[in-house]
């Protein structure tokens, strides 16, 4: 009897614990490409080193990407930046991969509903760097082009499903942009719960309303 007891114990507290575990609250996380230290922001977010691998909030994986920076931006750059509420350092620098090699990046952000922002300055193959930007295995942004010299892009992308607790990320050169650079990058991630949107985002690429709308033709 006491051993039954003991059993339906164990089972009970086993249960407990994976449900606490499994009801973790999904997390906000924010990279900066071509950094290993940390960035806090002006509005006091801090921002991860992109340069950095098997970190507590994620890190890049199978290969350390490059780095490249240049600190300037054209004065309509640095606007924009500062109307999306970012700091332009931010857009210095890139962490990047020498084509065919990619760019992949593991977050822990937990299980659930995910709005991603990808945040790029180009200034070294203005408008002729062209590759994919693929999230959860899913390509969200197909050929993709980078801005002109010095200037800066903002994409994001709403209601990504993560089901197993690491959002992956890959920036992948693809050939069919015609572009003559193939070396993909970024500068910034931002990955926040679907329900905590910052109310100050306003261009945005939906990407769950996107992957429906093609499943339906």
């Known amino acids: 009897m006491r051993h039954y007891l003991f059993l339906i114990v164990m089972l009970t507290v086993f249960v407990a ?12 996380i924010r990279v900066w ?14 921002w991860h080193g992109g340069q950095n ?6 890190g890049w994986i199978e290969k350390l990407p490059r ?16 109307k999306e509420g970012y700091d332009a350092e931010l857009f210095y620098a890139v962490s990047w991969a020498a084509f065919p090699d990619v760019v992949k990046m593991e977050l822990n952000t937990g299980k659930g509903m995910f709005n991603v922002t990808y945040l790029v300055g180009e200034h070294w193959s203005p408008n002729n760097r062209g590759f994919d930007i693929i999230i959860e295995d899913e390509i969200v942004e197909e050929e993709y082009v980078t801005p002109g010299k010095d200037e800066i892009d903002i994409k994001r992308y709403e209601g990504i499903e993560v ?6 990320l890959e920036f992948a050169g693809n050939p069919d942009t015609g572009a003559g650079d193939l070396n993909a990058m970024f500068s910034g991630i931002e990955v926040v719960p679907a329900l905590a949107v910052d109310p100050k985002q306003k261009v945005t690429t939906t990407w769950g309303a996107l992957k429906s709308e093609r499943q339906n033709h």
Do not use: C, H, I
């Open 17 to 28: 614990v994976m449900f606490v575990y499994d009801a973790q609250p999904a997390k906000e």
């Open 33 to 46: 490409g071509g950094k290993v230290a940390d960035f806090k922001d002006s509005d006091g977010r801090v």
């Open 53 to 58: 691998e098997k970190k507590d909030w994620g």
């Open 67 to 82: 780095v490249a920076e240049v600190r300037n931006l054209t004065k309509d750059a640095e606007k924009l930046a500062k």
């Open 163 to 168: 089901k197993d607790k690491v959002m992956s």
